[in-house]
């Protein structure tokens, strides 16, 4: 150094610096990914980004990097970079979606009308295209507002109860046929330290929603909350004999779509999802096999709760065409990747009715007992059900089935905050 | 949500800079060089936002933060009409009249018996202080997945088992009675006591010897007296920050409430044990309902800064010791 560092050179520099770090630290774009795919060929002149929550099967990354590249070969303008978002999925994407940077692409479970509204999302028939009629409609309706559909399915995900054969004939246990045989099975086979059910880590999780619908009452008519009525009070204080039971297993180390309890004998049914089918086999071999929730009672009904995933297309996109070019070309003619996706790493049901039709490995096993359920019992959760709407329920619900409220007091209440709610959803 | 960082505990005997008002601009250049960075991040990032969340209070801002739907107070009145919202704010009430008083209690005693140490206070000083360096999360997950797992091989479980109990107990689902709180106190007390331990330590060493040897010399010779009418008088100003901070981060609880409570993918934990804080988080990124989220974002501020200026009024926070 020809000179000692004055006083004025060091403040400058250290504005310098800070400035520096402020704008380089401005500029790290997605910093909750937790692995990213680099686009592929640098001669793109779109980039769009793709999210996805963290799905729990090997290889599924390495899948969707994969498709990405595909397309982007197959279309050498269009870049596409994959963000594996672990963790609590659903809050990053609606904060990041607030922003002119959030994700081009990003997959979620509903699609509300604020969603809408907030443009949040795109409408998505002409994505769908003519290939629209080949979709499971049942699937596609809680998507639909104001005649227009806002997603594309990429997964069906029903789910049900899990149990282990040898389990049930070792306690001269049958598959029930009704919620009161169900809870005597899962209370005889409560032994040891192994329990009879789990369903959550709370102990009730989503039994509170679905042995109601087993009861015949979906908690929800279209604009109308309908959960203040005695069937519902029915079917929760028979949950709550359940839980005071202790015949379920609460507070394991993974919760319930994992089908970790189940394969290490913490208990001997587990309410999951048709995803846990191969790890599963794996795992037990064909010492598994699963049933539908059993209808409550005489009038009742079975139920296989039918979840998934679906995409959309930030409303908010620069490159909205792009986008969409990107969502249809991978989930409505890449059959191939779709197939792949449903069925190479967890079993989901593909959406397109010919893709899921020619399946086969749905059509071997417990898969196919599942298969079978959903074709009888498969039940779509309402659309408005919304996070928002059902908060007053899953809150009643703990406090009948956890502390002896009054269930009918309890619901009563709920069911007006929830309706109050309901009625600040805008129409479309 | 993340600790504040630790005002150093007042040491009394303000010093009043000279009154020299000679126009001295450079230094006053440097002055303004080296803090603007600081300042225009804080503003920029702090103030603003803070400001701009009051706006969006007034709005209904679903799905967008955008400013210009205004209504008034409405949120306010969904919020504080919400049982969910004021059944938090018991909650939180509650956790914070438990977990201060027992925080500062074991804290103070941890820094007096450590103090009182012949050898080996740098050991046991460092001990304590350990689990302050450990993040919220991770201590949740500790507790929740190996302490208190409700299965029959978590360290509680066992240890009842050892005790004749052979019913395995789910510690976080068991909401009556609330065996929750066991798990969520704990986890707390270990991870923040050693860190106000500190601050009484640092408190303790500064109160002058001789006052205990003229103590001794005057006959006081239990060390309860000795604790009493000195070292505890002495520790006022650290005591009353100790509070402050306690107070703050009390009704500031999230992490371990959210970590334990949760189950990441299937939203938030249920009715019980849920803060303020969780709450606006599920109204805010659950629900997209921003507006509600901010306004309960400055209905919590005004609770903690009530309880401050309360805790302040009756410990005579700012009061020097001279006059005290």
């Given at each position: ?428 | ?113 450590v103090?009182?140490l012949r050898g080996g206070r740098a050991f046991f000083r460092t001990t304590f202080f350990i ?194």
């Amino acid at each position: 150094m020809h000179r000692p560092l004055t006083r004025r050179g060091l403040l400058k520099g250290s504005v310098l610096f800070v400035a520096g770090a402020a704008v380089s630290a401005c500029s790290t774009g997605d910093p909750l990914a937790k692995g990213t795919a680099a686009p592929a060929g640098s001669g793109a002149k779109i980039t769009l980004t793709h999210w996805y929550h963290e799905y729990g099967e090997e290889g599924t990354q390495q899948a969707a990097m994969k498709y990405a590249a595909d397309f982007t070969k197959a279309n050498p303008d269009i870049a596409v970079k994959v963000s594996w978002i672990p963790g609590d999925y659903a809050t990053k994407w609606t904060a990041a979606v607030l922003t002119p940077d959030g994700p081009d692409v990003y997959e979620v479970n509903d699609v509300s009308p604020n969603m809408v509204k907030a443009g949040q999302v795109t409408a998505m028939d002409d994505v769908l295209g003519a290939e629209k009629a080949d979709f499971n409609p049942k699937v596609l309706a809680p998507y639909t507002w104001g005649g227009q559909v806002y997603a594309v399915p990429m997964i069906v995900d029903p789910m049900l109860v899990f149990y282990r054969k040898s389990l049930f004939a070792k306690a001269g246990v049958g598959v029930p046929t009704s919620f009161a045989e169900f809870a005597a099975a899962a209370r005889k086979l409560t032994q040891g330290k192994q329990k009879g059910l789990f369903v959550g880590n709370d102990g009730v999780g989503p039994l509170g929603q679905m042995v109601p619908w087993s009861n015949g009452n979906l908690l929800i008519d279209d604009r109308d909350i309908t959960y203040d009525d005695p069937k519902v009070v029915e079917a929760l204080t028979a949950v709550k004999d359940l839980y005071d039971a202790k015949a379920t297993l609460q507070g394991y180390s993974t919760d319930w779509w994992d089908p970790g309890a189940l394969i290490n004998g913490a208990a001997a049914m587990q309410w999951v999802g048709l995803w846990a089918v191969p790890g599963l086999t794996e795992a037990l071999g064909d010492d598994f096999d699963a049933f539908a929730l059993p209808p409550f009672g005489p009038g009742g009904q079975a139920v296989v709760n039918m979840g998934g995933w679906v995409q959309v297309v930030n409303g908010k996109s620069r490159n909205l065409e792009a986008a969409k070019k990107y969502v249809r070309w991978l989930w409505v003619e890449n059959t191939a990747a779709q197939t792949d996706w449903s069925l190479a790493y967890g079993f989901h049901i593909p959406p397109r009715n010919s893709a899921a039709a020619k399946a086969d490995k749905l059509n071997t096993g417990p898969a196919k007992t599942v298969m079978d359920a959903v074709a009888a019992h498969g039940i779509k959760q309402p659309a408005l059900w919304t996070a928002e709407v059902r908060q007053p329920y899953t809150d009643a619900v703990t406090a009948i089935v956890k502390k002896d409220a009054d269930a009918e007091k309890t619901l009563a209440e709920a069911a007006e905050r929830s309706q109050d709610i309901l009625d600040k959803v805008p129409v479309l | 949500m993340t600790t504040a960082a630790p005002p150093r505990p007042a040491t009394g005997r303000p010093r009043r800079a000279p009154g020299r008002r000679a126009a001295r601009w450079p230094a006053w250049r440097a002055f303004l060089l080296l803090t603007l960075p600081m300042v225009a991040g804080l503003f920029l990032f702090k103030y603003v936002a803070i400001g701009w969340g009051f706006l969006l209070s007034f709005n209904d801002a679903r799905g967008t933060i955008a400013l210009g739907d205004w209504n008034g107070l409405e949120n306010y009145r969904r919020l504080l009409g919400d049982p969910a919202f004021t059944r938090s704010l018991v909650t939180i009430l509650l956790f914070t009249l438990f977990i201060v008083p027992v925080t500062f209690a074991l804290a103070l005693g941890l820094a007096v018996l450590v103090n009182r140490l012949r050898g080996g206070r740098a050991f046991f000083r460092t001990t304590f202080f350990i689990p302050a360096a450990v993040s919220y999360v991770v201590g949740a997950l500790v507790w929740k997945m190996s302490l208190f797992s409700g299965t029959p091989s978590g360290v509680a479980n066992s240890l009842a088992y050892l005790l004749g109990y052979e019913e395995s107990i789910g510690w976080v689902a068991t909401v009556d009675p609330p065996l929750y709180w066991i798990v969520l106190v704990t986890v707390r007390l270990w991870l923040q006591t050693g860190f106000y331990m500190i601050l009484f330590l640092a408190g303790i060493q500064q109160i002058p010897a001789q006052l205990y040897e003229a103590a001794r010399v005057d006959g006081a010779e239990s060390e309860a007296r000795l604790f009493r009418h000195i070292t505890w008088p002495m520790l006022r100003n650290t005591s009353v920050a100790v509070v402050l901070l306690l107070i703050i981060n009390a009704f500031q609880a999230f992490d371990e409430f959210y970590n334990i409570l949760a189950s990441n993918l299937s939203g938030l934990g249920g009715a019980d044990g849920r803060t303020p804080l969780i709450y606006l988080f599920q109204t805010a990124l659950g629900e997209q309902n921003y507006g509600a989220g901010s306004a309960g974002a400055f209905v919590v501020t005004v609770l903690i800064v009530v309880f401050t200026l309360l805790q302040g009024r009756f410990a005579g926070f700012g009061r020097s010791e001279e006059e005290g």
